[in-house]
């Protein structure tokens, strides 16, 4: 079946410090993926996306994202966190003819 | 620009009652779909609308109906609340359903109670 498994459920760590959120998917085929964020009370923001091309993605407020096909993997990262990072982070995955399909997600906690 | 609004913002229901949850999008997308957030599941498709005038179930569909009224509108409702069915609501659309590589755009969610 097809799935997206997100490693860790939370995440806390301090200013400046470097983030990488681990995200595996179990699709065969193309897959098109996602990393939404959420902010506390907001709606769903997308970060960054794969579609095809360089597998190195980067995205909004400096976060990137590497597919490794091999690894069925697509993990997120930032060199330096903020404490306005302090969300929760989806990652997320579909085929070309599939619904969007979404990992259970980080909480990430970012301490001054 | 508002992109996707969600009515009510909070709701608090008796189980047994009825309750239906608007969206509306501005962005011409021809997809809808609604999905429940829990804690530690992420978000689960409820059902969804690849384009107006089709629904269809999505992963979590029980308990649940959904109507396309319009290109712009797709709304959800409970026919008879349970407690399982407290979570928060999102609803999002997308330009095109089965389109891959079209993100998702999200509303700011309903966050309903059932006692």
């Known amino acids: 079946a097809q799935s997206v498994s997100q490693h860790n459920h939370h995440v806390i760590l301090s200013e400046a410090a470097s983030l990488e959120l681990g995200c595996n998917y179990s699709y065969g085929g193309t897959v098109n993926l996602f990393w939404y964020v959420q902010y506390p009370g907001q709606h769903l923001q997308l970060l960054l996306k794969y579609f095809s091309g360089d597998p190195l993605v980067k995205g909004i407020k400096g976060f990137e994202a590497e597919f490794i096909k091999s690894k069925f993997s697509f993990n997120l990262r930032k060199p330096s966190v903020q404490w306005s990072d302090t969300a929760e982070y989806f990652c997320?995955?579909?085929?070309?003819?599939?619904?969007?399909?979404f990992g259970a997600g980080t909480q990430v906690v970012v301490t001054p | 620009n508002a992109g996707v609004t969600q009515t009510p913002k909070f709701q608090v229901l008796k189980t047994g009652q009825s309750m239906t949850l608007q969206c509306a999008q501005d962005?011409?997308?021809?997809?809808m779909y609604w999905y429940r957030q829990d804690p530690g599941m992420g978000l689960r498709l409820i059902y969804y609308s690849a384009s107006e005038g089709t629904t269809d179930k999505g992963e979590v569909p029980n308990g649940y109906n959904v109507s396309r009224l319009n290109k712009r509108e797709f709304s959800l409702r409970l026919e008879s609340a349970a407690p399982s069915q407290t979570s928060v609501y999102f609803c999002?659309?997308?330009?095109?359903?089965?389109?891959?590589?079209?993100?998702?755009?999200f509303g700011d969610g309903t966050r309903l109670s059932i006692l």
């Open positions: 962005m011409n997308h021809n997809s």
């Open positions: 999002a659309s997308s330009t095109k359903e089965g389109a891959g590589n079209q993100p998702q755009h």
């Open positions: 997320a995955a579909k085929n070309s003819w599939g619904k969007l399909q």
